[in-house]
């Protein structure tokens, strides 16, 4: 179908849904939409076409496809004048270092949607621009799980944060910062050290929508001491930010609040999951099953897989009659013994085995995992010097032939050592499980 929209106003298109301009001039947030380009909205995506004339659009609407129009632009004028006060930061610190703007709000505020705005006005000025999606949940430039960096610069402009080819990452394995907070820690300031070093004149960080609580306070207010952000802009829907803000202004930095938008479309938790199903796969696609020797490329997770010495049949046996389990593979080092069984075991087996494994363990930590645990679980793949290498699913270990079997895209040639998620997923990125034995 064709459509008309007058000058000044937006239209917002709703995915599933295909548009492309024929006639007139518009932007997506400060991008230039050129003609006859086509742009792809995903379901459960919306994204605002803003005319500058009269505009003529060709739409094909997909499944949950809609339109609306409003008669007005749908970015709050305070964006960009937020954008061009961090300019003159940018600009000022020119040759000696990146200026770095924090985002952070509730989950659906518009962080992302700010964050692809503020890139597109830097680059209007000929800014290279590093971009952290920190946000490891509905993350955008690398997969779900993954702080991912993506480099953009001279008309680079992005529609979607998606559209930025990732340039390096560090695997979280979970979708959400809670009971990782250290894994968070070391990937933002590793990302933040890559583009201090691809001689980037901005830095802009998106993060998760975790913002409500004590740990949420504390994780925010730590990440803004670890970085020191030049600029936090904060989304706030109503007073929920002030009490992480009001220390962190205390300390000198510098916030701008932005009043969440009304026109962000909001997604259901079951919203969420389909998309990042859909990210998975797009990292997942064109893998295959590959093979790795545990002794060529160990499994890290708190335990090696791989080290240390099986224990005696006789106590193997002695173990199983007690706890009427099977036992696959064991391992014992000078501080922890590893207890893989084969069926899935709950928290009060778990602490069962342990209290029986203590009278053979001799004081060492005693750590129990179950076959069924490991069976298509996320993994992140490391290459030498820690460099980020992508995602895989473990498929299975093979404890006698001392090797594992992933599904990946990667080249396992690269890969130095596997690290352990807490998402089950199959091959089409659908999560089915979440296993809590990893860490
Ligand atoms: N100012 C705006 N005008 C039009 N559409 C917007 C605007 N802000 C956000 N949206 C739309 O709302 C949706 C959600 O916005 P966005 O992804 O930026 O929120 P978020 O806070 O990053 O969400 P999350 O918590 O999932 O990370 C997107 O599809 C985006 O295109
Ligand atoms: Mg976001």
């Known amino acids: ?55 003529k659009l060709e739409i094909v609407l997909g499944t949950g496809g809609k339109i609306n129009i409003i008669e ?18 940018v600009k000022s610190f020119k040759n000696k270092k990146p200026a770095t703007m924090m985002v952070i709000g509730d989950v659906d505020s518009g962080k992302s949607t700010f964050v692809i705005y503020q890139t597109n006005l830097l680059l209007k000025q000929n800014f290279r621009v590093g971009i952290i999606d920190a946000d490891i949940g509905q993350s955008n430039i690398g997969p779900p799980t993954v702080i991912a960096l993506g480099v953009v610069e001279k008309g680079n402009f992005a529609k979607f944060l998606s559209q930025i080819k990732l340039k390096d990452g560090y695997f979280i394995g979970h979708t959400s910062p809670n009971r990782v907070f250290h894994r968070v820690m070391v990937g933002v300031k590793k990302m933040v050290d890559t583009v201090i070093s691809q001689n980037c004149d901005a830095i ?40 992480l803000l009001e220390p962190l202004e205390l300390l000198g930095l510098k916030i701008e609040r932005v009043p969440a938008s009304e026109n962000v479309r909001s997604r259901s938790m079951e919203e969420r999951k389909e998309l990042r199903k859909m990210s998975f796969a797009k990292h997942l696609l064109g893998g295959k099953i590959v093979k790795l020797s545990l002794d060529k490329c160990p499994l890290i997770t708190q335990f090696n897989v791989g080290v240390g010495a099986p224990l005696s049949r006789e106590v193997i046996s002695f173990l199983e009659e007690k706890l009427s389990v099977k036992i696959l593979h064991t391992a014992l080092t000078e501080e922890v013994l590893l207890i893989v069984v084969r069926d899935k075991v709950r928290m009060g087996d778990v602490s069962e085995i342990v209290f029986h494994a203590n009278e053979v363990s001799e004081g060492r930590e005693v750590i129990v995992s179950s076959e069924k645990d490991l069976e298509n679980l996320l993994v992140g793949l490391f290459g030498v010097d820690f460099e980020y290498k992508g995602i895989g699913i473990l498929k299975s ?5 001392r090797n594992l079997t992933l599904y990946t895209r990667e080249d396992p040639k690269e890969v130095s050592l596997i690290q352990l998620g807490t998402v089950q997923l199959l091959e089409n990125g659908e999560e089915i499980g979440k296993v809590s034995t990893v860490f």
């Open 1 to 55: 179908m064709f459509q008309e929209v007058t000058e000044g106003h937006t239209l917002v298109l709703e995915g599933a849904a295909r548009a492309q301009i024929v006639e007139g001039t518009a932007e997506i947030f400060g991008a230039p939409f050129s003609l006859n380009e086509q742009i792809v909205v995903q379901r459960f995506k919306s994204l605002p076409i803003e005319a500058l004339t009269p505009i």
């Open 72 to 89: 007005k632009s749908t970015i709050s004028p305070l964006w960009k004048k937020v954008g061009e006060e961090f300019s003159l930061k």
């Open 204 to 243: 802009i960080i998106d993060t998760t929508g975790f913002v409500r609580g004590m740990h949420a306070r504390e994780l925010k207010f730590q990440k803004a001491s670890l970085i020191t952000p030049d600029l936090i802009v904060a989304l706030p829907k109503g007073e929920a930010l002030e009490s």
């Open 397 to 401: 270990i093979d404890y006698e032939k």
